[in-house]
């Protein structure tokens, strides 16, 4: 993902927006599950998990360690009875590599109507074009915040919320090649989701929210309201942000308005799928160790990963009614 460049007229709205105090429409909240309610979130399980991606090394596309992962997590998802599959594919990156990719899909609660998605891309940047060492910028970047830890927080989430009563359904997708982009290329970031939204798999598939975790565990994590979300789906970053206070959370979600990041939601929302980004994007740009060879698991915060992952088992509690 990269930060997309305003126009003042856009950047002026975005102020307004926040000197005015406003915020969108909350999304109705309905009475949750006693079972949904006692449900935990518990960050060393998702730490550990981070950890597990980082040991199989960088997770490039066309890698051991990309497709070990891919394994991995399709295991993990199927030790919590989630139905899941398999979505192969080719897609061609800017400079013309071919790449051949797997999204990952799975669901709980299947026969549910209603439903939600999650999603978050579990590739890695093959480049550390960011990395102030310039010696660096041919080494692949090892993700432990770009890309694990959604990951991880995802997969926490599975294991708890497969031991309770969920009052909708919940589509989890890992996607592939979200990083192999080119700043200034909007097209050419998140293949993977678009090779979904194009596929039989995304036609007539219309969840009431769809969430993307984006860099969710690093120290001093601040989650404020992108721009294109709130242009797609303002009820949905109102109702989840209002489930981070709820939950005590509110320190991490900010609800001042930030830049715009060319995403794999933006992908969704084109599609007509609205899609918000919890992305941890500070001050105009990401984390300091974004697209370096420092984003290891070092940078993460099993409190981050607990801030998101408790918040969002308060949101999907509160949904079904």
């Known amino acids: 993902m990269h930060i997309t460049k305003f126009t003042s007229l856009l950047l002026l709205g975005l102020l307004c927006l926040a000197c005015s105090g406003k915020r969108p429409a ?29 040991a199989f090394g960088p997770r490039v596309p066309g890698t051991k360690a ?19 599959a398999l979505q192969t594919g080719i897609v061609t990156a800017f ?30 940047r093959p480049w550390a074009d960011n990395d102030p060492d310039p010696a ?31 009052p909708v ?16 290329d909007d097209t050419s970031w998140a293949l993977g989701t678009q090779y979904w939204v194009d596929s039989e798999l995304a036609k007539n598939y219309k969840p009431m929210h769809a969430i993307l975790l984006d860099m969710v565990g690093a120290t001093a994590a601040r989650f404020g309201y992108e721009y294109f979300s709130l242009q797609h789906a303002p009820a949905t970053a109102a109702a989840v942000w209002d489930a981070a206070a709820a939950s005590g959370y509110a320190s991490y979600f900010s609800r001042e308005p930030t830049g715009a990041v060319t995403d794999d939601h933006v992908v969704l929302c084109r599609a007509g799928i609205p899609c918000i980004d919890i992305i941890d994007l500070r001050s105009g740009g990401f984390f300091p160790q974004w697209h370096t060879t420092a984003d290891t698991e070092q940078v993460i915060d099993p409190a981050t990963l607990k801030a998101v992952g408790q918040t969002l088992i308060t949101f999907i509690s509160s949904l079904g009614q």
Not at 27 to 51: E, K, L, Q, Y
Not at 71 to 79: P, Y
């Open 26 to 54: 909350t999304a109705p909240v309905a009475t949750a599950t006693s079972a949904a309610i006692s449900a935990v979130f518990c960050a060393d399980s998702a730490m550990a998990m981070v950890r597990e991606q980082c």
């Open 136 to 166: 660096n910028h041919k080494k692949p970047v090892m993700g432990a915040n770009d890309g694990a830890s959604g990951v991880a927080v995802m997969l926490e989430l599975a294991r708890v919320l497969s031991e309770v009563e969920l």
């Open 66 to 84: 990309h497709d070990d992962c891919a394994r991995w997590i399709q295991g993990r998802l199927q030790t919590t009875g989630a139905q899941t």
């Open 169 to 184: 359904g919940v589509d989890l997708l890992f996607v592939d090649a979200e990083d192999y982009g080119d700043t200034g």
């Open 95 to 124: 400079n013309g590599t071919r790449l051949n990719i797997t999204n990952i899909t799975a669901s709980l609660r299947p026969q549910a109507e209603q439903r939600i998605l999650l999603l978050a891309h579990y590739d890695c």
